[in-house]
Structures are given as structure tokens and as C-alpha cells.
């Protein structure tokens, strides 16, 4: 029950969060919209599994959480990317990098 | 450094859980309005807009779960839910609770007791350095005779010429008087130089012996801890001055450290030493036959003992060659030190182990069955749980914490009983088990008990929780928990009822072999020592050397007479005083000379080894009155049976019995020692001599001016008091004291003490096997209850079925106890046959009472059968209450 996703869907979507953080720092409800709109709507994130991955990564010192006032004076947890939360992002955008060129690769090869 | 942080946040989240779980739903909260305020411009209606919004949340339960799990603390959170849950069901179920956490707790603690005793005792080494290399070095004769000691010229010939020892030195007993204010007979030993040097001590102050120091004529002495700090208050100053044993003056070297554990003597049971003193002269006295000493060596780096013994064997084979007459036949062995003291305790403790051992799995096998007993009960709940979605691990492990708390609980108790138990048992037992002075529970018995504990909970937990995940979910639902209907057959109910045949069985066992120490220990008691025993304070006199016994012209021993005679007149004139007397040899001290003799009026016996033996004391006035014992015919010892009068002698009954009787004895004569017979003017009662299990011994009383030398030295001073006997210790002290100061006054105690101290073995013995009966007994009843109660419960269907067809309660009470008792009966035959073998391997322990004591082994059965009776009614009573209806219809 506690992983109907697969491992790479789940590192997909901390790989998603980790990038919308980088713009700037906002709230799970903000990062859920964003992620919809830069995937032009191709992820539409569960969003029942955005808050536990916020929470792994919280735990394993990516992000921090920090409770502030939104526009319309609600409360509000909001996520910003930590030193490194920046790292680890550069070092999945290149593991991402490097895996789908290598699928591309095999894609030309078989295509030849 | 990513772990360090995953660590510091998961302890975070641990510690502010409330806040988490708050902060959590106000985050959820925010998500979802802002999610509806989204649909609701979109269109939908504000309610339409919610239920939408939460559906694609996706389940906010199941979401919280998720973020709960991925926060890494579940495992750790769910344990201290379930302990919670765990702790509100035990709650809710008192009596089963104190049933089983006192079980528990009665066992555990046995356990750990037994368990801090044999590690105190056996597993903790030697507090020497290196003790391995420590041995005790013996000779016996080659059939295994002897008892051990050795002579000093083969010592010195065995340390030359082997050179397996690094260092080794001599032993004997050494009991000075030691002058001062408060003169005092003491305990010590003599020793070779390197004797604290080659255990491995370092002194508290000054030094020890040094070899160097070994020329004839001088004489060093080495104080324990103990003695430095009561009589000479613990000064440093103590080093170099001079001490007075036994008239001759010794220089201090140093002091023993505190709590030294000192070999003494062979084997165990010796006073703690509270000198030593070195004298080469004194060991070189004694010739290749005297065997005297013990010796305690070291063994050079890297030999083995077994090839330093086969050194030793070849040495001392030579020796016999050199001097047939004193070493021919004659073995010599090297036993490891720590084996030497306490190899005779070690089969009593190690079986003292096993049997809690055997306890404790009892325990927790009666727990396992009340567990299940409960669970059967539950059932119905386990499998509406596991309908409505609940991992079988989840379950699983719910119900093995309950059974860890039960445990834990059991274990808290049983640490607590365990150290009474512990501290009981090194008073009761101190001077029956070596080393029991240092037997404290350290951080290994707790160790070794949360082991225990975790074991335990294993053991008896495993079964209900498997019991409960081989749950027949439909069957459970259906039929509402209930019983299959008939008796509770196949392999787990024959498990259960062997089970219970076993602990009755142990029981009775346990129980006989109990009630016929404790019959003994009666009997014993019962035994008139022929004297009468309260109100009886005593005390040792030892006149010193000089000037009693040193001047060659007083032949007759007037002096010392006259000494005894003065204190004796002082005491009696103290008020609370109503007779003294004064005896060598105290009745029930265990202390035997046994002298040949003969009358002359009989014919002499063809072999001085046929002669009859008899018992020899020496007496002053009027101890036949201080000490109770009656006259029986004609008189008793007086006054004026002074040094110079005919001698004369009073016998005991039993030796007159061997000659003719009481009446024909007076004006015999015997001669008991010397030449010149003692007339016997008197008849006195038999006195038990050596302990109360053995007849009196003949004896003969003379007077001590009239008595050998060796007879004159030492007195017990005998009084008789009006009241409290100890009240009245220090005005005797007093008075021996302004007689003469210098004689030293020692082993004071009451006649009650010397005949309790007498009696200390067996009832150490006695309570230990009947603190055992007990909690056998108890295991035995709480077997039955658990098993019957299981049955009944398991049962409870046919039971209706019964009950709606005519039976009457008690009808079914008596079928379920009828049924309880058989493997009960069972158990009871069975532990009869080990019982009357127990009673055969204990016969020797045994007095007044035969081994298969019928009244003992007709009443141990009936006491266990009335003990199952009962355990099993209170359950079945219950049965027979069940409402039929209830319980056949629907729950």
C-alpha cells in the first residue's frame, strides 16, 4: 500500500518538484498546479503522493518547510530548495541527460 | 552527513508528533479549499466543487498514512500505539494480568537469583591478577586417599627441582593471641615470602614479605584491611611497628588490600584471615611426614597444568626412591585455584540453575496457555480486523507486544524479587558457599535478565500469535468465536494436557522432597543435646604463655588453677550471674579427641587398637550446674578436686552402660592418660557431642588441674545468666580482664548461637527446596486453571448444548473438573515414582525420617489434588453459569 508507484515514477516526480522549486520557493498546492502546467498537463501529479514526497525530501535535506502568510493572509506551508536540494537537482538533470540519450541511441540504432 | 540528517529529523518528528499531525491537516486543509475555490470558478457548485477536489486528493486517510510512512518513524510509532492498545487490554482484564505477570515475575526472578548466585560464585574469576595460572598443589595416596595437605621438605624439593613455577609458597592455619588493650585470639596464616606476590595484590600500604628478608629469627607480619582499620584506625603509621602473637613481638610490613579474597586453607569454609606472618623458621621445623600445609603456586608463562603435573608426578617419584618411608604410594596433583574453591558448590549450583530453568519454561509455558485461553476468546475480533483491512503482520505483531509488556512487567517484578531473593540468600547461605561475600547484582544479571525477558516473551508469545494468524476467518465470523464442539482432541490439546501432567508432576516431587527436609529439620530441633541450651553465655580464655605454662617448676599447673579459679569468683559475684563453670570443649562444637582407655577393674583388651574409646573434657567447677547437666548418681566434679588431691573422674551415662551400668561404675577406676588411673566418683546425663544427629559418645569429665598439659591452655568460660546472656558479655569481659589483662577473651556468643550455627546447613537447605515446593505448587495450580479455563472456553457450545438438554450446573462443573483432574491424577503418579527415587538420593541428608516417609508421600498427592481441584473448579463454576441461551444462539 505504501508504493503503487514504481521507483522511477517516484524519483520522476522528486526530479518535477526539485525543478519547480528552483524558480522559486512555494506552497504543495502552488508546486501541484506547476508541474500540471509545464507537463502541458501530460503529469497530472496524484495529488495524494506530492506530500509524501515533499516529506522525503524533506527528510533527506532537500527542501525546507517554513509556514507563512499567502496572498490572501492564509496560512500556508511553503518549500524552498536547500544547498543541497540545488545539487541534487544538477546531478539528476544529468543522470536524466545521459539516460535518455542512451535510450535515443538504441532508438537510432534499432531505426537504421 | 545525509544520514545525520535523516536521523535528526526523524527524531524531530518523533518528538513533536502533536505538532506534525496538526501542521499535516492544516496543510491538507489549505490544499483542498484552494483546490475547491479552482473548481468552483470553473464552474461546479461549492459542493459538486469540494467532493470533486477531494477526489482527486485521492483518499485524505490513506494520504495521511503515506505521509506518515514516508516521515520513517511507523515502525517505531505503531510499536508504542500497539504497547498503548496492549496496555488498556491488560487492563481491562485484571486477574489474568496479576495471574500472569506474577508468574512471570516468581519465575524470572528465581531465575535471575540462581543466576546472580553462579555467576558471583563460579563464572566470576579469581580476584588475583592472571588467575588462570593460579593452582593449589596436593598429595594424596595413589587410591586417591588422603586429604590433600602436603609436608614442607617435599614442597621445597618439588619448587627446586620442577621449574614449571614461577613463584609458590606454603600455607597453614595460624591462630595467635594478639596482645593490647582488648587482647583477642585471632585468625591468620603463616606463609613463604612470595605468597601476596605471587597472587597478584598490591598492598593498601607499607609492603609485603621479601625474600631477602628470609633469615632465621626474624618475624614479619602483614595486616588484612579489616584488622588495620578496627585496631589500629585505619594509620599509616601501622608500618614498622610492633605487634605482640602470642608473646613474641612481630614487626608490621604492610596492610592487605580491602576485600582480599585470601586461598587459605583447602577448599572453602575458613574464617577470613586477619594476619599473616612470616617465619621461615617455622615451616623449616617440619620434618618429610608431617603433612600439615597446603601450597599455592603460580604457573610460569605458558605452561600448561597438565604438563607441569606430569613435571611434578616425576619429581615426586624420585622423591619416593630417596625417602621410601614418608613418600612411597603417594601422588601429588596441581588443581587450578578457582576449581579448589568452589568445585564442591559447583554440581548444587549448577543444578540449583537447571531447576529454574525448568521453572521458568513452566512459566511461560502456563502464560503461553492463558494467552491462548484469552485469545480463543478474541477470535471473532481478530477476524473482523482482518476483514476490514489489517496485515496479518500487523496483528501478529500487536499481540507479541502484549506479550512483551506482559514480560517487561514480569521482568520488573522479577528483579525485584530476585534481589530479596539474592540478599536472602547470601545471609542465609555465607558460610556455606565460598566467595558469597561479593554476590551483588551488577549490570551482568541485568543483562542476562532483560535476556531472559525477550526470551520469554518469544516463547510464549509465539503461540497465540500463530494461533491467531492460522485463523479460519469464515469460521471465526460464522460461528461467532465458538468452539468446533467436542473436547479440545489433536496433538495441541495432548501438548496441553502433558504439559500439565509435567508441572504436577514436578510438583509432587519438589513438594515431598521439601516436606521431608522440613520433617527432618523438626526432628533434629526436637533432639535434646542433653544440656540446657538458653540463657548460656560463653567465651574462650587463653592465658598467655607467659606466665602460665612457661615455668618448668610448676609441674601441677597451679598457676593457671588459680587463674581460672579468681575469674570464676569474679563472675559469679556479678549480679545477673547464677553459676559458671568453665569446659575445654564445648558440647556441640563438632570437636572430638576420642582417647583410649581402660578400667582396672575389667581385664585389658588383648590389642591397644581393640581398646574401648572415650570422649575426654576438661572441667572447673561447677559448669555440670552452668551447663545443665544433671547428676545422676553419686557426685560431681568439686573444689577441692584440686592438683594436689587423688585424682578422681565423672563419666556419662553411656560409658557406664558399656560397664555394668550406673551404679557399678562408682569406684571403678580408669585410666585415661599418664599412669595413674581416676577414680570415678560420679554418674552425669549424656551431652551430645559433635551435632544433633549423631547418639552422644561416651565421655569422661576430670578436672583440669588434674588433666594433661595440652588439656590446661584453653577454657571456654560457661555462664549461666538470668537473663539476656549478651546483656551481661561485657561485665564478663570486664571481669576476666581485672583478673588478667593480658589473656585474651574470644568467641563470644550464647549456646542458642552455637547450637543454631549447628543447624545452619540444614536449614539453609530446607527453605531453599521448600521455597521450591512452592512455586511449584503455584505453577502446578495456575497450569490447571489455564488449561481448564481453555477448555472451557473452547468448549462453551457443547457445554450449552449439555446444559439445554438437562444438565444441571453442577452437573457441568463436575464434568469439567472430572476431566481437568485426570491428567492431574496422571501427573501424580508419576511424579510419585520420582519422588520416592528423590527421596532414596536424599537419604543421607535425612534424620528421624525414613526416605518413603508414608505419611509424607500419601499427603504430598492428596495436598496436590485438593491444590488441582480447586484451580480447576473456580473456571468450571464459570462454566456451569454460562446462560444457554447466549451461548447457543447468536453473540
Not at chain 2, 620434618?287 to 600445609?293: E, P
Not at chain 2, 540444614?762 to 521448600?770: G, H, K, P
Request: proline share 5%; glycine share 10%.
Amino acid at each position: 500500500m505504501t508504493d503503487d508507484r514504481s521507483d522511477l515514477l517516484q524519483g520522476t516526480l522528486e526530479l518535477l518538484v526539485l525543478k519547480t522549486l528552483s524558480l522559486e520557493p512555494m506552497h504543495g498546492w502552488g508546486i501541484a498546479q506547476r508541474i500540471q502546467e509545464m507537463s502541458r498537463d501530460v503529469f497530472e501529479v496524484n495529488q495524494g503522493s506530492l506530500y509524501p514526497a515533499l516529506q522525503r525530501m524533506r527528510r533527506k535535506g532537500w527542501v525546507r518547510s517554513e509556514w507563512r502568510k499567502t496572498e490572501n493572509n492564509r496560512r500556508a506551508r511553503y518549500y524552498e530548495l536547500t544547498t543541497a536540494g540545488r545539487r541534487e537537482l544538477g546531478r539528476e538533470r544529468e543522470e536524466w541527460a545521459r539516460a535518455s540519450a542512451a535510450v535515443d541511441r538504441v532508438l537510432d540504432f534499432a531505426g537504421s | 552527513m545525509r544520514l545525520l540528517h535523516e536521523i535528526r529529523e526523524r527524531v524531530r518528528t518523533l518528538l513533536f508528533r502533536g505538532r506534525e499531525e496538526r501542521e499535516m491537516r492544516e496543510e491538507i486543509r489549505y490544499h483542498i479549499e484552494r483546490e475547491t475555490e479552482k473548481n468552483v470558478r470553473e464552474g461546479m457548485e461549492p459542493g459538486e466543487a469540494r467532493r470533486v477536489a477531494l477526489l482527486k486528493f485521492g483518499g485524505v486517510d490513506r494520504y495521511q498514512e503515506k505521509v506518515r510512512d514516508a516521515r520513517g518513524v511507523r515502525p517505531l510509532e505503531d510499536l508504542l500505539a500497539d504497547l498503548r492498545y496492549a496496555a488498556r487490554t491488560l487492563r481491562k482484564a485484571p486477574g489474568f494480568t496479576v495471574v500472569a505477570v506474577g508468574t512471570l515475575a516468581i519465575a524470572i526472578g528465581a531465575t535471575t537469583a540462581v543466576f546472580t548466585l553462579v555467576d558471583g560464585v563460579l563464572l566470576r574469576p579469581l580476584d588475583f591478577e592472571d588467575p588462570e595460572r593460579l593452582v593449589r598443589i596436593l598429595e594424596f595416596d595413589a587410591d586417591g586417599g588422603g586429604r590433600g595437605t602436603i609436608s614442607a621438605p617435599n614442597f621445597r624439593d618439588w619448587v627446586e627441582r620442577t621449574e614449571v613455577f614461577e613463584a609458590a609458597s606454603l600455607y597453614d592455619e595460624y591462630r595467635p593471641s594478639l596482645e593490647g588493650d582488648e587482647p583477642e585470639r585471632v585468625h591468620g596464616g603463616s606463609v613463604n615470602a612470595p605468597y601476596f606476590d605471587l597472587l597478584g595484590v598490591e598492598p593498601a600500604v607499607g609492603r609485603f614479605f621479601l625474600p631477602e628478608e628470609d633469615e632465621p629469627g626474624s618475624v614479619r607480619a602483614v595486616l588484612s584491611w579489616g584488622l588495620w582499620q578496627e585496631r589500629f584506625g585505619g594509620d599509616p603509621g601501622v608500618v614498622g611497628a610492633t605487634l605482640h602473637l602470642n608473646g613474641f613481638p612481630y614487626t608490621v610490613v604492610g596492610v592487605a588490600p580491602r576485600g582480599m579474597e585470601d586461598p587459605g586453607l583447602q577448599g572453602a569454609s575458613f574464617d577470613e584471615p586477619r594476619l599473616w606472618r612470616s617465619t621461615p623458621a617455622y615451616f623449616a621445623t617440619n620434618g618429610r611426614g608431617s603433612r600439615s600445609f597446603t601450597a599455592v603456586a603460580r604457573l610460569r608463562e605458558g605452561v600448561d597444568l597438565e604438563s607441569a603435573e606430569e613435571r611434578l608426578q616425576a619429581v615426586h617419584t624420585d622423591l619416593a626412591a630417596e625417602h621410601p618411608d614418608e613418600n612411597r604410594g603417594k601422588v601429588v596433583k596441581l588443581v587450578p585455584l578457582k576449581e579448589d574453591v568452589v568445585g564442591d558448590v559447583r554440581p548444587a549450583l549448577v543444578a540449583l540453575l537447571a531447576g529454574v530453568g525448568l521453572i521458568l519454561l513452566m512459566a511461560c509455558a502456563n502464560v503461553a496457555n492463558l494467552l491462548l485461553f484469552r485469545a480463543s476468546g478474541r477470535t471473532r475480533e481478530i477476524s473482523v480486523r482482518t476483514a476490514l483491512g489489517a496485515r496479518r503482520g500487523r496483528i501478529v505483531r500487536q499481540l507479541l507486544s502484549e506479550s512483551l509488556l506482559l514480560a517487561v512487567l514480569g521482568g520488573l517484578g522479577g528483579l525485584a524479587l530476585g534481589w530479596l531473593a539474592t540478599r536472602g540468600l547470601v545471609v542465609l547461605a555465607g558460610d556455606e558457599i565460598p566467595r558469597m561475600d561479593r554476590v551483588t547484582m551488577d549490570l551482568r544479571v541485568l543483562a542476562f535478565a532483560a535476556t531472559t525477558v525477550l526470551g520469554v516473551t518469544l516463547l510464549f508469545g509465539a503461540a497465540p500469535a500463530a494461533h491467531a494468524t492460522g485463523v479460519d476467518l469464515a469460521g471465526g465470523l460464522a460461528s461467532g468465536g465458538g468452539a468446533r464442539g467436542g473436547t479440545e482432541g489433536g496433538g495441541a490439546g495432548r501438548l496441553r494436557r502433558a504439559l500439565v501432567a509435567a508441572e504436577v508432576a514436578l510438583a509432587v516431587v519438589v513438594v515431598a522432597a521439601g516436606a521431608l527436609l522440613a520433617r527432618s529439620l523438626l526432628e533434629l530441633r526436637a533432639v535434646d543435646p542433653g544440656i540446657e541450651v538458653e540463657r548460656l553465655l560463653v567465651m574462650e580464655v587463653d592465658p598467655p604463655f607467659d606466665p602460665y605454662f612457661n615455668d618448668e617448676t610448676d609441674t601441677l599447673g597451679l598457676r593457671v588453677e588459680g587463674l581460672y579459679r579468681d575469674i570464676l569468683r569474679e563472675t559469679r559475684a556479678l549480679s545477673g550471674v547464677r553459676s559458671a563453670g568453665m569446659i575445654d570443649i564445648l558440647p556441640l562444637s563438632g570437636s572430638f579427641n576420642g582417647l583410649p582407655y581402660r578400667l582396672d577393674e575389667e581385664p585389658a583388651p588383648a590389642n591397644r587398637s581393640d581398646a574401648p574409646r572415650t570422649e575426654l573434657r576438661a572441667v572447673v567447677p561447677e559448669v555440670f550446674r552452668a551447663l545443665g547437666i544433671p547428676v545422676v548418681r553419686g557426685r560431681s566434679i568439686v573444689e577441692s578436686d584440686r592438683a594436689d588431691a587423688p585424682p578422681v573422674a565423672v563419666v556419662n551415662r553411656t560409658l557406664a552402660r558399656r560397664h555394668g551400668g550406673e551404679a557399678a561404675i562408682v569406684g571403678m577406676h580408669i585410666h585415661l592418660h599418664g599412669d595413674e588411673p581416676h577414680r570415678i566418683v560420679g554418674v552425669v546425663g549424656d551431652v551430645t557431642e559433635f551435632s544433633l544427629d549423631r547418639p552422644p559418645e561416651a565421655t569422661a569429665y576430670i578436672p583440669v588441674t588434674q588433666a594433661p598439659v595440652w588439656m590446661r591452655d584453653e577454657q571456654k568460660l560457661v555462664v549461666r545468666t538470668a537473663g539476656d546472656p549478651i546483656a551481661l558479655a561485657g561485665a564478663v569481659r570486664t571481669a576476666v580482664r581485672d583478673v588478667e589483662p593480658r589473656a585474651p577473651v574470644s568467641d563470644v556468643t550464647t549456646m542458642e548461637g552455637v547450637l543454631g550455627s549447628t543447624l545452619a546447613r540444614e536449614r539453609f537447605r530446607t527453605l531453599l527446596l521448600v521455597s521450591f515446593a512452592l512455586v511449584a505448587l503455584l505453577l502446578a495450580a495456575v497450569g490447571v486453571f489455564g488449561m481448564v479455563s481453555y477448555g472451557v472456553g473452547r468448549r462453551r457450545r457443547e457445554l450449552g448444548v449439555r446444559m439445554a438438554m438437562g444438565a444441571s450446573r453442577s452437573d457441568v462443573s463436575r464434568l469439567v473438573v472430572a476431566e481437568g483432574l485426570r491428567p492431574v491424577v496422571a501427573g501424580a503418579i508419576a511424579g510419585l515414582a520420582g519422588a520416592v527415587m528423590a527421596g532414596r538420593a536424599m537419604s543421607g541428608l535425612l534424620f528421624g525420617v525414613a526416605p518413603t516417609d508414608p505419611v509424607t508421600f500419601t499427603l504430598t498427592p492428596v495436598l496436590l489434588l485438593a491444590v488441582a481441584a480447586v484451580a480447576a473448579w473456580l473456571p468450571a463454576r464459570r462454566a456451569g453459569r454460562l446462560p444457554v441461551v447466549e451461548v447457543l444462539g447468536a453473540e
